[in-house]
């Protein structure tokens, strides 16, 4: 299961990214926000750490318009690596070296192809399990 969170900034983006987890079939919980109302991003990026952090969900997608302000809050819950990414490269890397459970965006940076592309490549790839990068995993919740 996969949380979603945004605020008003990512609220149209993370609309498209629902679009494309329900045409791949991929299960997933929306915590919000639901319209394009202003709001504060650190609730949503909250809830969607904690649900990753708590086991309810397995990874999580947060957006906010440049996806900066969410992915600090995020990571302030611990247990949680949320990398912010704008191209696949970076979503590719930070699966597989920081096993980061949860991808940060931003509305105002990416568009909607380049991001659903990233969104694949961050659900598609798997942490390598290098020794390596298990001992800095381990040093960073240390």
Not at 56 to 79: E, L, Q, R, W
């Amino acid at each position: 299961m996969i949380a979603l969170g945004s605020d008003h900034g990512g609220f149209a983006l993370k609309q498209e990214v629902i679009k494309h987890l329900e045409a791949r079939g991929l299960e997933y919980k929306d915590y919000g926000t639901y319209s394009d109302a202003s709001c504060d991003y650190p609730i949503y990026g909250k809830a969607v750490a904690h649900a990753v952090a708590d086991g309810v969900c397995d990874k999580g997608i947060i957006i906010c318009g440049t996806g900066i302000g969410i992915s600090i809050t995020a990571n302030k819950v611990p247990g949680i690596r949320a990398a912010l990414c704008g191209d696949c490269f970076s979503a590719e890397a930070t699966r597989l070296h920081n096993d980061a459970n949860i991808l940060a965006m931003g509305a105002r940076v990416v568009g909607p192809g380049l991001a659903l592309k990233i969104v694949d490549t961050f659900l598609d790839t798997p942490f390598s399990n290098d020794e390596r990068h298990v001992r800095r995993i381990n040093l960073i919740e240390d």
